[in-house]
């Protein structure tokens, strides 16, 4: 018997059991997006908006407003802030099916119309499994390091029915990360026409949200903006892989959404 057979063997099942309960995220410790207390806001206070590198923070009058969906997570807003408006937070469940439930706005506002169509679009083609076609638009590499981590024994998405798939005319869903740089546009295009009806697009990380910290620059948009109608939104740079299943299930009516216009539900 080869050695590491041997070996494999001993050290037994490594896939975890999450999401079951109880099982573990692998993601103990692991900083997430920043948390507001926008309550806690001194009047005309802009410092948290001075030092964030991609403009997710605005100064209003009598408070701020965050938009999730351009958070790189750096934590400068945190280390600024005079109040403790803004904390670390270990929350990383940022996948949502309308892009506005990204937005922290001061009276929540919420319209299922969308989300309920595709759900129920969802529930009618697929069932309990799914087929990925990834393109990388201009990635750092960052997200692709966290997809790989999908298919190793701990993760182990096979488990959970989801697959990736070289062609897109077998794929479902067409997962994009990067900010679409003009060079990449035309085959991500293309890769969308060749899949087949009924089809989803998920916008994978911050710069495939709305840019990230290459937002309008010298070769690209605002990630896939006016690209792609986009069906699910998972913002983070990059993404943990924990954060990247529970997106996919959130996709299957398998996870429950955890943000609502701005605001993370335990």
Known sequence: ????????LKQGKASTAWPAEGGD???????????????????????CAAVCPTRAIEALDQC???????????QLCVEACPAGALESSGDWA????KRDDLKYA???????????????????????????????????NGCESELQALNNPFYNLHRLGIFFT???????????????????????????EQMPQPRWVMAAGTCAVSGGVAEDGYACGRGLEGVLPVDLWLPGCPPNPAAFIHALLVLLERQPQRVREGRYER
């Open 1 to 8: 018997m080869p050695l590491w057979t041997l070996f494999g």
């Open 94 to 97: 940022y996948a949502v099916t």
């Open 106 to 140: 001061p009276a929540p506002a919420v319209d299922e119309t969308q989300a309920q169509a595709v759900r129920s679009g969802i529930r009618r083609v697929f069932g309990r499994s799914l087929h990925i076609r990834h393109v990388d638009a201009g990635s750092c």
């Open 166 to 192: 070289p062609s897109p005319r077998f794929a479902d869903l067409l997962l994009v990360t990067g900010p679409v740089t003009h060079a990449m546009k035309a085959p991500l295009l293309a890769t969308y």
């Open 25 to 47: 995220d692998g993601q103990a410790g692991v900083l997430g997006m920043p948390r507001l207390h926008a309550e806690r806001c001194p009047p005309e206070c802009s410092d």
């Open 64 to 74: 701020i407003a965050l938009d999730y969906g351009r958070c790189i997570h750096c």
